[in-house]
């Protein structure tokens, strides 16, 4: 099972894991500052676009320690779901919960919070979402 937490969004709101759980919930560890995180947020967004409305929910985890960097690369990536941090980068208290030694990573939970996948990226990462979300 992913273990919860909670953190800030940009506007000061607490979210949980818990509360952001769909029917699919992807946990993506990122950051402004990590090229290949911001090279992936297209596919993702395209993703997210196409399959929210059948239950996919994202969580998106910033290791940013600058909040405006952090909010201006939300506007221009697009990223229209939950975003969340606590802007201390590596030092996170979830970073180190989640063993998060490189981004982008990624989780892929079922609708009860277990942990099904980790690390997939665009055609796999969206093959295995549309299987969780058409089964049963």
Request: charged share 30%.
């Amino acid at each position: 099972m992913a273990p919860d937490f909670s953190a800030k969004t940009p506007e000061g709101k607490v979210v949980s894991l818990k509360q952001s759980l769909g029917k699919v919930t992807i946990i993506d560890f990122w950051a402004s500052w990590c090229g290949p995180c911001r090279k992936e947020n297209p596919n993702v967004v395209a993703m997210y676009n196409e399959l929210h409305i059948k239950g996919l929910n994202i969580l998106g985890f910033s290791l940013d320690s600058e909040s405006i960097k952090w909010k201006d690369a939300i506007v221009k990536d697009k990223l229209t779901w939950t975003q969340i941090s606590n802007l201390k980068e590596w030092e996170d208290p979830i970073v180190k919960l989640y063993n998060i030694e490189q981004i982008p990573t990624t989780f892929v939970l079922d609708a009860s919070g277990k942990i099904v996948a980790r690390d997939l990226r665009g055609e796999e990462l969206k093959s295995k979402v549309i299987e969780l979300l058409n089964k049963k």
